[in-house]
């Protein structure tokens, strides 16, 4: 049996026109992890439910960019990861830094942000803003691929219930033994040999 990641984090929500699937933190966590491989969708991947990667791509999408407020607290937390910052211009620096951030989602500004994977854990020195922009253009690129898989799982699972829709249609339309026996002598043009005891 196949397992579904993820599966158990679901929490359906009635609203008047459908049901929405709602992801818990943790379990959009688990299936961002899962889309986050590098590795094309086959026939062999486990597949998240489409109701998951509906969601996730949804939750990309819909993210708006950082507020002026959040950029700027996300200058604040980058420059927390480095104790010996002095710029001659720091009020300048500070608007600048707030501007790249501004141009991306909050949460890829945090990400860019985190001390162990983000911008302080790979700079020594306080970043200028154009090694900002690329850190935080690199998780953009992560989060493409991400949505891209999400994409493709459901492609892919529609493929093999499509699939599996007609090998089932194809065994219901076999026909007995004698039937097919006598197919295949119309075929050949045999003439079909008498069975014992008839």
Do not use: W
Not at 105 to 119: E, L, N, Y
Not at 141 to 169: G, V, Y
Request: contains cysteine.
């Amino acid at each position: 049996m196949t397992r579904n990641p993820g599966a158990s984090n679901l929490v359906p929500m009635k609203t008047q026109r459908q049901t929405l699937c709602v992801l818990s933190e943790s379990g959009y966590a688990r299936a961002v992890a899962i889309l986050s491989s590098a590795a094309p969708v086959s026939m062999t991947t486990a597949l998240l439910p489409s109701e998951i990667c509906r969601e996730v791509v949804g939750r990309l999408d819909s993210e708006p960019l950082a507020t002026t407020r959040e950029a700027d607290a996300l200058v604040l937390l980058l420059l927390r990861g480095y104790l010996d910052f002095k710029a001659h211009d720091s009020e300048g620096y500070f608007t600048a830094m707030a501007q790249v951030f501004a141009a991306y989602p909050a949460s890829v500004g945090h990400k860019s942000c985190d001390p162990v994977t983000g911008v302080p854990g790979r700079l020594k020195f306080v970043p200028k803003p154009a090694e900002l922009k690329e850190a935080l253009d690199a998780e953009m690129r992560r989060r493409d691929l991400i949505k891209a898989n999400a994409l493709s799982h459901m492609q892919e699972r529609e493929e093999r219930q499509r699939q599996a829709k007609a090998e089932a249609e194809l065994i219901a339309n076999r026909g007995t033994m004698e039937e097919r026996a006598k197919q295949i002598a119309k075929l050949l043009k045999v003439r079909p040999m008498p069975m014992e005891g008839a």
